[in-house]
């Protein structure tokens, strides 16, 4: 029975480029005449889900060939599928389906990113890093990442977002605290301040992503404007502030929009100060 590529290995053959060519079909070799490569971008292979996949690579054999390349030393590199090799050894098998490449470093790493971001268990700051490398590293635009790793551009776009957040909201995403919808609704707020501190609400407070958002809409609201004070409060400080201007004793009676207002005086010389102050000439 021939033995396909497998879910999601076939767009790792999309792009033809860079010094890279394709063995005929389906090889088997021998695991200990594969290796793993050094500069795998997946550091981190889950223990119990690697058990669970030896269980059923012992009952059902590898169903998706590895990818590897040729090493001058009469060894094989693997390009895609450490997991699978892996589990393949904790199963106990002696060879596993291969296809065999020829790819330079570079071609062998890109590939390797491309798989790496095909996993099903990727966190969501590792889809942003790993989306970024592919810019970064290979040049890759967002339209040729999302053919890559079969997501759309605005995926694509929405995951390398998420790295314009704060180091401390990153460690949270990174972490679990935090979700790709959290991160996503903290991307509105204005600065790193606000993001920081409504993260900090959203772990907390153990808001669910229909939370974090309504928070950040109370956030970006703008502050009601102050309720004007009464009429007769408003009254009382101007009469306050025309006592301060003018140095004696004055009353303030508003009337509608008419009013009345009253300055008083102790003597003539008193008078004639208040009135040079108001710049009347009484000569």
């Given at each position: 029975?021939?033995?396909?590529?497998?879910?999601g290995?076939?767009?790792?053959?999309?792009d033809?480029?860079?010094?890279?060519?394709?063995?005929?079909?389906?090889?088997?070799?021998?695991?200990?005449?594969?290796?793993?490569n050094?500069?795998?971008?997946?550091?981190?292979?889950?223990?119990?889900?690697?058990?669970e996949?030896?269980?059923?690579?012992?009952?059902?054999?590898?169903?998706?060939?590895?990818?590897?390349?040729?090493?001058?030393?009469?060894?094989?590199?693997?390009?895609?599928?450490e997991?699978?090799?892996?589990?393949s050894?904790?199963?106990?098998?002696?060879?596993?389906p291969?296809?065999?490449?020829?790819?330079?470093d570079?071609?062998?790493?890109?590939?390797?990113?491309i798989?790496?971001l095909?996993r099903?268990?990727?966190?969501?700051?590792?889809?942003?890093e790993?989306?970024?490398?592919?810019?970064?590293?290979?040049?890759?635009?967002?339209?040729?990442?999302?053919k890559?790793?079969?997501?759309?551009?605005?995926?694509?776009?929405?995951?390398?977002?998420?790295?314009?957040?704060?180091?401390?909201?990153?460690?949270?995403?990174?972490?679990?605290?935090?979700?790709a919808?959290?991160?996503?609704?903290?991307?509105?707020?204005p600065?790193?301040?606000?993001?920081?501190?409504?993260?900090?609400r959203?772990?907390?407070?153990?808001?669910?992503?229909?939370?974090?958002?309504q928070?950040?809409?109370?956030?970006?609201?703008?502050a009601?404007?102050?309720?004007?004070?009464?009429?007769?409060?408003?009254?009382?400080?101007?009469?306050?502030?025309l006592?301060?201007?003018?140095?004696?004793?004055?009353?303030?009676?508003?009337?509608?929009?008419?009013?009345?207002?009253?300055?008083?005086?102790?003597d003539?010389?008193?008078?004639?100060?208040?009135?040079?102050?108001?710049g009347?000439?009484?000569?």
């Amino acid at each position: 029975m021939k033995k396909g590529l497998g879910k999601g290995l076939d767009s790792l053959f999309a792009d033809n480029t860079m010094d890279i060519s394709v063995e005929t079909g389906v090889k088997t070799l021998r695991l200990s005449e594969i290796e793993p490569n050094k500069n795998q971008p997946r550091k981190d292979f889950d223990e119990d889900a690697l058990g669970e996949l030896a269980d059923s690579i012992a009952e059902n054999g590898v169903l998706s060939p590895l990818i590897v390349r040729p090493l001058e030393n009469g060894r094989y590199q693997i390009i895609a599928g450490e997991r699978r090799w892996r589990a393949s050894r904790l199963a106990g098998l002696a060879e596993v389906p291969v296809v065999i490449m020829e790819a330079d470093d570079r071609r062998t790493m890109e590939l390797a990113l491309i798989e790496n971001l095909q996993r099903e268990d990727l966190g969501p700051l590792e889809e942003s890093e790993g989306y970024q490398r592919l810019a970064a590293d290979f040049g890759l635009t967002q339209e040729q990442i999302a053919k890559r790793v079969g997501k759309s551009r605005p995926a694509v776009a929405n995951a390398l977002r998420l790295l314009a957040l704060p180091r401390e909201v990153l460690s949270l995403l990174r972490e679990g605290a935090l979700t790709a919808g959290h991160a996503r609704a903290l991307l509105a707020l204005p600065d790193d301040d606000a993001r920081r501190a409504a993260a900090e609400r959203i772990v907390k407070g153990e808001l669910s992503v229909r939370e974090a958002e309504q928070l950040v809409k109370r956030l970006l609201k703008p502050a009601p404007a102050a309720e004007p004070a009464p009429r007769e409060n408003y009254a009382l400080a101007l009469q306050s502030k025309l006592e301060q201007s003018l140095g004696r004793k004055v009353r303030l009676a508003p009337r509608g929009k008419a009013g009345k207002l009253e300055l008083y005086y102790t003597d003539n010389d008193d008078l004639a100060e208040l009135l040079a102050r108001l710049g009347v000439d009484n000569d």
